[in-house]
């Protein structure tokens, strides 16, 4: 075999060929090796044919074939480009017309008759040469850094937002200036890949006809700004009553920071978490003038925040209206925002002015009078010019039907355009003792047990000595009582009843604060990033009258999500969007939450709600739960509290009537301390005794708390009971009868024929002997509650 020959048997077989014989003939060579390719062939079995088959596959995907499928439809598509681009002209547009073509927002109470009308454009062009360069600058470093030097177009943005378009997940911004500006000016809001398509044609086209400050004038022109305000000499006024021409830097990076979300970022309206993003996007779009050389660091540094002024009376907004259009526009739009995955800036837009009809929830009798409740049991007692700190005093107020999860009523403040933050939704007060029950509920659903291991229900002794360091916590708490009071060993219940801060707090760090929060968060209240801490427990963290009134509407629903809503419908000419359910998942079970709302129950009848609730003589033999809370600086005030049919929470808040920073309520109206069983529960008596079903009645899944009368009375005799105990010898006192209380005692085998009458539990508890039992997880009869507690923290 010469060397040739040997190099083709190698790569035909991969072994060395055997030398070749001297007598073999050239036919026997050949037909040898074509045996032994046969017997190579033969030997590889099912792994030749595998490989023989991804051979195939290899053929039909060659690298050739891909390059050029690939560049084959990229020809496609810059075709089809250009035969779009050359199809696509310029519309016509102009503001006028699209101002015309805007429609006001039709505004109805449940029973269709119509509560507002909102839409009056507010729009006036202004020549850009009027506008300071510098806030000129300001819009450009907020939306569009490269708006001198770019092509009009964002590839890489708007790729992003067809795709999102094509998953119906609508646009996620990276739009320019020009796109942005074709959109407002040209086109409409819709979120479809047609629209997607034209707005990039249009744009590179403008951005050719069109000087950057012709784009630049007709982008700040036609953007909106908020308070119905279209363009930046609306905006202007609206914000700082100004000129355009008269802005100053600082002004016009605000105005610039608010397209981004204009009524999240509205600085008067805002939230905190509202007020720090709109300062922080106002802070880089400074920043970024600087990085441009459009400003010195100097001058930067020397900027401060420019607070805008109240909003303007808008006719047909006032009083409360302004409060429950604002709301129905917040749950609209963001439900288009979850459908579509738009931004905030752009369900705005879809929203504002664009001929919505939109059905409320609201019963026009219940909000009537929840707004004569306020008035009779609160304004009417407020006196600015006799006492200062009346002018600081702030209610708000929310209404629910626990069965639909409706918003019937809500009181935002004094009148829209007097007080453009609504006190029905704001989230900036604590919540104070209206915080226990939701520790309650957590641990009855944990099945949790204190320190000593004895199961927590609503008849478990806990220490009620004020400033008592809880136990179990790596971090140290001693909560004060109200008054600094002590108590000694008391119930469950009798804690609730007189809010009973050093009960509650230890009960927090038993059941775990992790599980209470988590609890929270599910019943509707933001945690967000709260450290489980057992300073929580006196309810330190911020909440609203509608998050407080989703939460106990939950209680009263069996434990069933209840998520406040108050658009009932909104229909549109290309649309009808329908919210979510607000009923919603078991998140509690009905034991749980029917034993927090049987407890509830002795908050009203023997607690701190009893004077303004039990004893109203507008009762009508409706039994109700409720929970009163007062912040340890008097900052805040609450009463919530619920019937079978109907929820509500009110609070009152102490804020600067100029500066707007939470102050103390002590001496408002006359009292010495604005407790939350005073005005809130005067106001929620007065409305809730003038709407709600007379003799309602809970349905509890219950054998505990003070709505529910015991089946069979604990021996309390002094002989020993079968329950070991460490202090025995402290039993015996239990024959010592209560001297307040007209039933002088209760036999120790059974309950007496003379406490029938008391089996109704609007009256309350059954009476029980005022035995101290032994703390920390001792079960005893319930202890008679003092009916002279009625005040809390």
């Not at 796109?179 to 979120?191: A, D, G």
């Not at 179990?472 to 609730?496: C, K, L, R, W």
């Not at 036999?747 to 039992?773: E, F, L, Q, Y």
């Amino acid at each position: 075999m010469g060397r040739a020959e040997e190099r083709r048997a190698r790569q035909r077989g991969g072994h060395r060929a055997a030398p070749r014989s001297s007598s073999a003939t050239p036919a026997t060579e050949v037909g040898g090796r074509a045996a032994a390719r046969r017997s190579a062939k033969g030997a590889k079995g099912k792994d030749a044919q595998g490989k023989d088959g991804r051979s195939g596959i290899r053929r039909l995907f060659t690298w050739k074939k891909i390059l050029g499928t690939f560049f084959g439809f990229c020809l496609l598509g810059i075709g089809a480009f250009i035969v779009l681009y050359l199809m696509v002209p310029v519309p016509d547009g102009n503001a006028a017309a699209q101002a015309a073509q805007r429609q006001s927002n039709v505004y109805k109470y449940s029973d269709g008759t119509v509560l507002a009308r909102a839409g009056e454009v507010n729009r006036e062009i202004v020549d850009l040469a009027k506008v300071p360069k510098d806030v000129q600058h300001s819009f450009v470093a907020a939306e569009n850094k490269t708006f001198y030097t770019d092509s009009g177009i964002d590839l890489k943005g708007t790729a992003r937002g067809l795709y999102n378009t094509l998953r119906g997940r609508g646009a996620q911004g990276g739009s320019t200036i020009t796109q942005q500006y074709v959109k407002n000016y040209y086109l409409s809001q819709e979120q479809t890949v047609t629209r997607k398509l034209k707005e990039m044609v249009i744009s590179l086209k403008v951005d050719r006809q069109k000087s950057k400050d012709d784009i630049l004038a007709g982008y700040i022109n036609t953007s909106y700004y908020g308070r119905n305000a279209y363009g930046i000499q609306a905006a202007a006024q609206a914000y700082y009553r100004v000129d355009a021409e008269n802005l100053s830097v600082e002004q016009g990076a605000y105005l610039s920071a608010l397209l981004q979300a204009p009524s999240q970022y509205d600085w008067q309206a805002a939230s905190e978490t509202g007020k720090e993003l709109v300062k922080a996007r106002w802070n880089y779009v400074l920043d970024n003038m600087v990085e441009e050389d459009w400003l010195t660091k100097a001058e930067r540094d020397a900027m401060e925040f420019p607070v805008p002024e109240e909003p303007k009376a808008v006719a047909g907004l006032e009083g409360q209206k302004g409060y429950l259009v604002k709301l129905a526009n917040q749950q609209l739009e963001q439900q288009l925002m979850t459908e579509q995955g738009i931004p905030q800036s752009e369900a705005e837009a879809l929203v504002e002015d664009q001929g919505w009809t939109i059905t409320l929830n609201i019963d026009r009798k219940k909000q009537a009078q929840l707004e004569k409740a306020v008035s009779t049991q609160l304004t009417s007692k407020l006196d600015p010019d006799k006492r200062k700190v009346d002018k600081n005093v702030q209610a708000g107020a929310v209404s629910v039907d626990p069965k639909t999860g409706e918003i019937v009523a809500l009181y935002g403040g004094v009148d829209y355009f007097k007080h453009y933050i609504s006190n029905a939704t704001r989230t900036d007060y604590q919540p104070a003792s209206t915080f226990k029950p939701v520790i309650l509920a957590a641990a009855l659903e944990e099945d949790a047990k204190t320190q000593s291991g004895k199961p927590i229900t609503a008849s478990t002794v806990y220490d009620g000595t004020s400033k008592r360091p809880v136990k179990g916590s790596d971090i140290a708490f001693a909560p004060e009582n109200e008054d600094d009071q002590d108590y000694g060993d008391v119930t469950v219940q009798t804690a609730m009843n007189k809010s009973i801060n050093s009960v509650y707090a230890q009960m927090g760090v038993d059941v775990g604060m992790g599980n209470v929060l988590q609890l929270a968060d599910r019943l509707g209240m933001d945690t967000g990033d709260l450290k489980p801490v057992p300073a929580l427990t006196l309810g330190t963290m911020g909440a609203s009258p509608l998050q407080m009134a989703g939460v106990f509407a939950t209680l009263d629903n069996h434990g069933r999500q209840v998520t406040p809503t108050i658009v009932k419908s909104a229909e549109h000419a290309t649309r009808t969007v329908r919210l979510p359910d607000p009923i919603g998942e078991q998140i509690l079970s009905p034991e749980t939450a029917d034993t927090v709302t049987s407890v509830l129950t002795g908050v009203v009848d023997d607690g701190t709600a009893r004077k303004a609730v039990r004893d109203n003589s507008a009762r009508e033999g409706q039994q109700v739960a409720g929970k009163t809370g007062t912040s340890d600086d008097n900052k805040s005030a609450w009463f919530t509290g619920y019937t079978p049919d109907l929820v509500t929470s009110v609070g009152l808040f102490g804020e600067d009537v100029k500066k707007r920073t939470q102050v103390e309520m002590y001496g408002a109206g006359g009292v010495e301390r604005v407790n939350g069983g005073g005005f809130p529960a005067q106001i929620w008596a007065a409305y809730t005794f003038g709407v709600a079903a007379a003799n309602g009645r809970f349905d509890l899944d219950t054998d505990q708390g003070a709505a529910v009368r015991p089946t069979e009375t604990p021996t309390v005799s002094p002989t020993p009971t079968p329950t070991p105990t460490p202090t025995p010898t402290q039993e015996p006192t239990t024959e010592k009868p209560p001297t307040s209380k007209p039933p002088t005692s209760k036999p120790p085998t059974s309950a007496s024929p003379s406490r029938t009458p008391s089996s109704t539990p609007t009256s309350g508890p059954p009476a029980s002997p005022t035995t101290s039992p032994p703390a920390d997880g001792i079960t005893p009869p319930e202890e008679p509650l003092d009916p002279a507690a009625d005040d809390e923290q």
